[in-house]
């Protein structure tokens, strides 16, 4: 759907309409803890919105998934809180965490989890971490962070700002640990469809 919470929502909500039987936010997020490092992935129970209302994923789906992927990747099922625009770095990572006791955060789980809710249907998040708590994106990023992050317009930001470059090189790094990640679960949980056959509560 591309980044940030109003393109979550305009595409969770055509999926809706298209006749979807769950929706599952699928992506990265950023860690809130020291602990929470690239590469880890977090199935959450909860998502939280920036006023603190709090969102349950499928319970049964939920369950289904941490049984599957335990084994192979012990994923963090802390809650995820929603965050309006790319995290800087890590005062504001901090800042999050104090106020929700989030361990990771992304910017569309919760608007996915409001469509969710107001059509009645099933919502799981499954996100892996792209940049830990003490990492800090550079600035040509965050200025993209709504809409899509075009590789033309984002090495036209960042040669304007050389600055960015070794924060460029090292989320680079970061994004390649998160992508294997990604494959590697989606590989190994793919085989159910990310766990709604076992689940068995609705129609696939």
Do not use: N
């Not at 106020?99 to 919502?123: R, W, Y």
């Not at 640990?177 to 989606?186: E, I, N």
Request: glycine share 10%; aromatic share 4%.
């Amino acid at each position: 759907t591309g980044m940030g919470p109003a393109q979550a929502a305009a595409g969770a909500r055509r999926l809706a309409q298209a006749g979807a039987s769950a929706l599952l936010s699928w992506g990265t997020a950023a860690g809130l803890l020291p602990e929470v490092r690239p590469g880890a992935v977090a199935l959450p129970q909860v998502v939280i919105d920036a006023d603190g209302r709090r969102y349950s994923v499928d319970a049964a789906w939920h369950g289904h998934m941490l049984q599957r992927l335990s084994d192979p990747v012990a994923p963090l099922t802390a809650p995820l809180a929603a965050c309006g625009a790319i995290l800087r770095g890590p005062e504001d990572k901090r800042a999050l965490h104090l106020h929700t006791g989030a361990a990771v955060a992304d910017m569309e789980s919760v608007a996915v989890a409001q469509v969710a809710a107001e059509a009645a249907l099933p919502f799981l998040v499954l996100r892996v971490v792209l940049d830990p708590a003490a990492g800090t994106l550079p600035a040509c990023v965050r200025a993209g962070a709504q809409g899509e992050l075009a590789l033309l317009d984002l090495l036209r930001a960042a040669a304007v700002r050389p600055g960015d470059w070794p924060l460029l090189l090292q989320l680079a790094a970061w994004y390649r640990h998160a992508r294997r990640t990604l494959q590697r679960v989606a590989r190994h949980a793919g085989a159910a469809r990310f766990g709604l056959e076992e689940a068995g509560e609705f129609e696939i």
